[in-house]
């Protein structure tokens, strides 16, 4: 069997199945060790029974609803590969709102000190390391396995001696006295759980598979919106900058103004022009 047959004859069975020629390739480059290019280059290289073997049975994984990300431990986000692990939450393209937020605010060559809260795989915190050379990170999860895979991430990227980690809560800081708490950051960023318990329309595929602690959160939703907006208040400095994510639709009038020293300043939208990414300013004095 041949990459070009293997990939048609697995297209139609995966598409009965409901899923897409993406993940058919996405799987088959995992196996082969090469990328999306190369099947297509090299359409009629015949494959071994052991490359077969493994393929088929990573599309039984995907048949039963394992997100690729999961079978082929990697996901893209604004152009960079991350390694990703079943228990660590999976970058959604949205994300890269935040992105563009901060390059939209800051040039390039700025010494910033940046801080990450909820960091999962490290997409955001690390994407900016790499996009601002001068800048400093500090990755805070509370999730130990998080923290593991954005330290092979940073040292994949180069980047781990401009990171520090952290495995601790972003909710209720300023309570302790760790010297991180005085780091005087000029940007926060987050995408914290904003998904209430009750929402009906999260998928099976993600309830099934993604940790629960990375999507769900208290007070219909808003409850790490509100601490983590508190928690960007303690570290930021006057005039610096704190972007979060928002939840399709979600409204966060109700805790908006009850933050001291912090005020909304801009919205941005994403790709399908729904409004994602909050910023709000810690202010002078
Ligand atoms: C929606 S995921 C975002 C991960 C990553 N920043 C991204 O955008 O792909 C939320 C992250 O917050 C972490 N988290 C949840 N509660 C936390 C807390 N109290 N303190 C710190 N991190 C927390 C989860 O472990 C998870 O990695």
């Known amino acids: 069997m041949t990459i070009g047959s293997l990939i048609q004859s697995t297209d139609s069975a995966l598409l009965h199945a409901g899923l897409g020629r993406l993940d058919v390739e996405l799987i088959l480059g995992h196996v082969l060790c090469c990328d999306r290019m190369y099947l297509y280059t090299h359409w009629s290289q015949k ?8 393929f088929q049975s990573f599309c039984q994984m995907r048949k039963k609803g394992m997100p690729v990300a999961y079978i082929i431990e990697k996901k893209e986000f604004y152009g960079y590969e991350f390694v990703i692990k079943p228990g660590v939450f999976i970058p959604r393209p ?19 000190t940046i801080v990450d809260f909820g960091s999962g795989s490290g997409c955001i915190g690390l ?4 996009l601002f050379p001068k800048a400093n990170l500090i990755s805070v999860d509370s999730n130990l396995e998080a923290i593991k895979v954005s330290q092979i991430n940073a040292r994949n990227m180069g980047l781990e001696k401009r990171t520090i980690f952290l495995s601790t809560s972003v909710s209720g800081l300023g309570k302790g006295d760790e010297s991180w708490l005085k780091a005087q950051a000029d940007i926060v960023v987050a995408n914290p759980p904003y998904i209430s318990f009750d929402d ?10 993604e940790p629960p602690e990375a999507l769900f959160s208290n007070e219909g939703g808003l409850y790490h919106i509100r601490s983590w907006l508190n928690s960007a208040a303690q570290l930021l400095k006057p005039g610096g900058a704190y972007f979060f994510e928002i939840g ?10 009850k933050v001291d020293k912090m005020r909304r300043k ?12 909050i910023q709000f300013q810690k202010c002078h004095g």
């Open 200 to 209: 009906e329309r999260v998928s099976e595929e993600v309830t099934a598979f």
């Open 266 to 277: 801009r919205e941005y939208r994403d790709f399908s022009n729904i409004i994602r990414v």
């Open 248 to 257: 399709d639709k979600q409204d966060i009038s109700s805790i908006e103004h």
């Open 47 to 54: 494959l071994d029974k052991r490359q077969i073997k493994y």
């Open 94 to 112: 949205e994300t890269e709102t935040i992105i563009s937020a901060v390059l939209s605010q800051w040039s390039h060559q700025e010494r910033l």
């Open 127 to 130: 994407t900016l390391l790499a």
